[in-house]
């Protein structure tokens, strides 16, 4: 009779690396000093005290994050000033995202159809443009939407403001605060807020879309075609479809990263109308100086730009289980 056959024995894991957990180490500290550390001293200074003569002092006080959800007043005048701020930070970062993924997917699948030498060339501009700064971009802008010498002059000197006053178009865009009464004005609106911070991520979205449609399955496109079905069509049953989750990550980072937005919305935005970003550096470095109330604002900024990424990756799974 045989002996039963005896399991081979585990392999043992192989032994660390030398070095490996001084790397691990220097890698955890860096990534500690560079993200963990400066929010939590802007954590512990929103709990901060203003003093007379706009400094102020370490204190464990909710004062300000009850300004922000309730005005300075307190709950017997609620203002919600901030909250509008934040609401309109929202509509800015949200809408800018969107449009900006809406007009890059288009634009990024037309370039996947090209040849290679295409692509390329256009990869190098739009990774070329990136490197001009946001202040050299929204001076462009405001030049070429400027009253006096942009296209609300363009506007006049053709006699597209007549011709929108004959049809009717010029008093509704009165109503949105577009235009005077004597011609088109584009600021300070929020279609002009919108437009300069869509084309600040449009590079961007590009970017981010160009990996997931160049790898579509060319094979899932002809058999789409073989079935009879048009252009629009493919695109809207294969294409879409196949790029659902880029799309929506690529908004999402877009999202978040308008958040921080400054210059386009100092200038191109309405006093009114302005972000957060405007209030907390009115608050640490502006006029108001109180740098504790400035950090409540950037700690809520910041939780709530994680809500909404915690929110977009539960909706994603969710879609992920139901496909």
Do not use: H
Request: glycine share 6%.
């Amino acid at each position: 009779m045989t002996a039963a056959a005896q399991p081979a024995p585990a392999e043992a894991p192989p032994p660390p690396r030398p070095g490996y957990g001084s790397v691990q180490a220097l890698l955890g500290l860096t990534l500690a000093v560079l993200c963990v550390a400066p929010f939590v001293i802007v954590l512990v200074v929103s709990f901060g005290q203003v003093v007379e003569g706009a400094a102020w002092r370490w204190a464990l006080s909710l004062e300000n994050y009850a300004r922000f959800f309730v005005g300075l007043e307190g709950p017997g005048d609620p203002s919600f000033l901030y909250l509008q701020k934040l609401g309109w930070t929202l509509l800015y970062a949200g809408v800018a995202s969107v449009v900006a993924v809406a007009f890059a997917f288009p634009f990024t699948w037309l370039m996947t159809r090209q040849s290679r030498r295409i692509q390329t060339l256009w990869l190098v501009f739009l990774l070329s443009s990136l490197s001009l700064s946001e202040v050299f971009v929204v001076m462009g802008w405001d030049v070429l939407l400027s009253n006096r010498s942009g296209l609300p002059m363009v506007f006049r000197e053709t006699g597209l403001t007549d011709w929108l006053q004959a049809v009717g178009w010029f008093d509704t865009l009165r109503e949105w605060g577009m235009a005077t009464p004597r011609n088109v004005r584009f600021k300070t609106s929020v279609f002009a807020t919108v437009l300069t911070m869509s084309y600040l991520v449009f590079p961007y979205a590009v970017i981010l879309l160009y990996p997931a449609l160049s790898r579509l399955d060319p094979a899932m496109l002809e058999a789409a075609r073989t079935m009879g079905a048009r252009p629009l069509t493919v695109i809207r049953t294969v294409v879409l479809p196949a790029a659902r989750l880029p799309l929506t990550g690529a908004a999402l980072l877009l999202f978040v990263y308008l958040l921080g937005a400054y210059v386009a919305v100092s200038v191109f935005a309405d006093p009114a109308r302005q972000t957060l970003t405007i209030t907390i550096y009115e608050s640490v470095r502006g006029a108001t100086l109180n740098a504790p109330f400035g950090a409540a604002q950037a700690v809520i900024l910041l939780l709530t730009a994680g809500a909404f990424l915690l929110a977009s990756l539960r909706l994603s799974r969710l879609a992920e289980a139901r496909s």
